[in-house]
């Protein structure tokens, strides 16, 4: 599509530049540079639909400067706080949502696909953006342990596992060992129920579950939440029901921030 | 409570906790927390409970293990929430907030843990009576006190024959 006057300006496109030596529209691979463009715009129309904001792209352009992907729209201001909000997701300074998670990844291994020495950048009008390279931006301690409320939906094999959900991990099911069969019978009662579970994980550098091990599990009580826990209060922690001041006593603001031990 | 407008996983901060566990009949807003947390679980869905809360509530030296019920979850402060904390809540950004309002970085600190927690964990809202990390949290998690979520009072007025009704049905019914 031949460009207009103004988009050759730039004054009303966002530009994705990849850069690094010998890097020419001429000599770049189409596919990784069409899949990096195709990522980096479905990663942008995300954020756009979580903010309900109204992103518009038309036409597209390729410019010779080492090589950008040129994305001309009618909403640049727009686009570029889209722009803007994706970048501090991918240097880290924002939070990644889960509903933008799986996009952001895409992008993140569109960008890792590219050949080594080569690096992208995102060009709004007067600034530019260069994307930090992801593999040193998400450091992901490769295994931790937690605990999880989880719903158990399959346990069973020679070598025992069990496969859970939990809210706090998004949709994705994962699977842990287990360490013995009876481990695995006892959990066979509990198939399809929430439970409290100790797990060893280890996550991939997007922070998903790939493996770990069931350290321990606690079935739920099935007795009344309110009671149950306005009996554990009552235990652990009724001195609160004589304070008055409660939020005084939460902020601490009488008491000096600098702590001096007993001799 | 409104229960359609409830959120289904929600995480409830410490000053919300006690106020809705334990008995504090003079304060003002214990009425709101109480409600809200009978609500949710009434409900079916999920409250949240972030561990550092767990640290703030304890004052006993003999506590029973906190029970594992339907509805009210423990989730831990682990390391996936400190990934949350050390790029959301960076201690630059909290140090100014303490400037800026006037509380403590220690309560600043322990806001900062709890909202972590309540990322990490997908939370849809975070309940609290002090919005004072408000500014700092990103917009994927919404931040709402208890009293949000009372139904709406609807004004009455009288009409024919002195029953009260609501203004908008008044209107009809007097014209049968």
Same mark, same amino acid.
């Given at each position: 599509m031949a460009s207009s006057e103004r988009d050759k300006s730039g004054a009303d496109a966002l530009k994705l530049e990849i850069d690094g030596p010998g890097v020419h529209p001429q000599t770049v691979d189409p596919l990784l540079t069409l899949d990096l463009g195709r990522a980096y715009l479905r990663f942008l129309n995300k954020i756009a639909d979580e903010a309900e904001l109204n992103l518009e792209f038309k036409g597209l352009d390729i410019e010779d400067k080492c090589a950008a992907l040129v994305f001309p729209s009618g909403k640049i201001a727009v686009a570029e706080r889209v722009a803007t909000d994706a970048h501090r997701m991918l240097a880290g300074a924002q939070l990644v949502s889960h509903r933008v998670e799986a996009s952001a990844n895409e992008f993140r291994a569109a960008l890792r696909a590219l050949p080594a020495g080569q690096s992208v950048a995102v060009l709004l009008r007067k600034t530019r953006l260069p994307i930090p390279p992801q593999s040193s931006v &998400? #450091?992901?301690?490769l295994r931790s342990v937690t605990k999880l409320r989880a719903m158990l939906i399959a346990v069973g094999g020679k070598q025992p596992t069990a496969k859970f959900t939990s809210k706090s991990e998004g949709t994705r099911p994962f699977t842990v060992r287990l360490s013995d069969i009876p481990t695995a019978q006892k959990l066979g009662a509990l198939l399809f129920k929430e439970m409290d579970v100790e797990v060893r994980v280890e996550r991939d550098p997007e922070g998903l579950i790939v493996a770990g091990e069931l350290l321990d599990f606690t079935a739920l009580t099935g007795t009344d939440p309110l009671e149950s826990w306005r009996a554990w209060f009552r235990t652990a922690a009724s001195e609160w029901d004589s304070i008055e001041d409660i939020d005084k006593e939460l902020s &601490?603001?009488?008491? #000096?921030e600098t702590w001096v031990p007993d001799a | 409570m409104d229960s359609k407008s409830l959120p289904r996983r929600a995480l409830l901060d410490t000053g919300v906790l006690i106020r809705a566990l334990g008995e504090h009949p003079t304060d003002p807003r214990s009425a709101d927390c109480r409600d809200f947390l009978d609500a949710m679980v009434a409900a079916g869905n999920d409250v949240l409970v972030g561990a550092p809360s767990l640290a703030e509530m304890i004052r006993a030296m003999a506590v029973p293990q906190a029970p594992s019920t339907n509805n009210i979850v423990v989730v831990p402060f682990d390391d996936q929430a400190a990934i949350v904390l050390g790029t959301t809540f960076p201690m630059v950004a909290l140090k100014q907030l303490a400037l800026k309002t006037g509380a403590t970085l220690t309560y600043l600190k322990y806001d900062a843990l709890i909202a972590a927690c309540a990322i990490r964990h997908k939370a849809d809202l975070l309940v609290t $009576?002090?919005? %004072? $990390?408000s500014t700092q949290i990103p917009s994927s998690l919404r931040v709402a006190s208890?009293?949000?979520? %009372?139904?709406k009072q609807l004004q009455l007025v009288s009409v024919d024959g002195g029953a009260l009704v609501p203004p908008a049905n008044g209107t009809k019914s007097s014209k049968k």
């Open positions: &998400r #450091l992901q301690p &601490r603001d009488e008491v #000096l | $009576l002090d919005g %004072r $990390l208890p009293s949000a979520f %009372r139904e």
